[in-house]
């Protein structure tokens, strides 16, 4: 309860001080009227996440409310007219998907099976592993959907040949994971959140194979020498 106390007293004070800064404070070198009460909304709104004193998506809607409420102008066109974009409608389908696919079991029987084909040694293992990662990582947008899916098959396969908790070849394995999940699925239109992000800054339209073709060079390079690394890390763990 004192947490939350503190909590709620740094934000009140943050309120006040972006009271001043939209209403109080002449605006900076190169910013109107608009752009300083936008800059205060926006220190409100990240002032608000960090905090954590209310769910992020109710902080993104009340920040896009307060830019139409304090006359940030052409706000209410501006915030509220991409949630029928097609980057909006593509994620909201794509998050459904994946929540089906994951719930459905399809996805974890895929990378099972890949790593079943592959021979029972314990590199080949591994490199089957990041196969199946990699298959899985186009479909799941969130991040920690899918290390919520791969995690437990990893920790399970490391277990199974033998290698003990902490140790190289344990942890190689939710490295792949780890790498995969976040950077890798940026290669993807439906592989990571924050795609969509960088899709509202994109003044045309990007479709699937449109993203992929523009982000397959750094998939490639990276992945190489991820696998590399890889190989590496793991063969030291023998020594």
């Not at 992000?197 to 194979?209: E, G, K, Q």
Request: some cysteine; aromatic content about 12%.
């Amino acid at each position: 309860m004192k947490g939350k106390t503190i909590k709620l007293v740094i934000f009140a004070l943050v309120s006040l001080a972006c009271v001043v800064l939209g209403f109080a404070v002449e605006p900076f070198e190169g910013l109107e009227t608009g752009g300083m009460r936008f800059l205060a909304v926006f220190v409100w709104w990240i002032a608000l996440m960090i905090l954590d004193l209310v769910p992020m998506h109710v902080s993104t809607i009340a920040a896009c409310l307060l830019c139409v409420l304090v006359g940030v102008p052409d706000a209410a066109t501006i915030a509220f007219s991409q949630w029928g974009s097609n980057v909006v409608l593509l994620m909201l389908g794509a998050f459904g998907i994946a929540a089906s696919l994951s719930a459905s079991g399809l996805l974890r029987r895929i990378a099972l099976t890949v790593v079943h084909v592959a021979p029972k040694k314990g590199l080949a293992q591994l490199l089957a592993f990041e196969l199946a990662t990699m298959l899985i990582t186009p479909w799941i947008p969130a991040a920690v959907g899918k290390q919520a899916l791969l995690v437990p098959s990893s920790e399970q396969i490391a277990g199974r040949l033998g290698y003990q908790p902490h140790s190289r070849a344990y942890t190689a394995f939710f490295a792949i994971v780890a790498t995969a999940t976040a950077a890798f699925g940026l290669c993807f239109l439906t592989g990571h959140g924050s795609v969509a992000t960088s899709l509202a800054f994109i003044p045309y339209t990007v479709d699937w194979l449109g993203w992929i073709s523009r982000t397959w060079v750094y998939l490639v390079v990276a992945l190489g020498l991820f696998t590399l690394f890889l190989v590496w890390y793991f063969k030291s763990s023998a020594k």
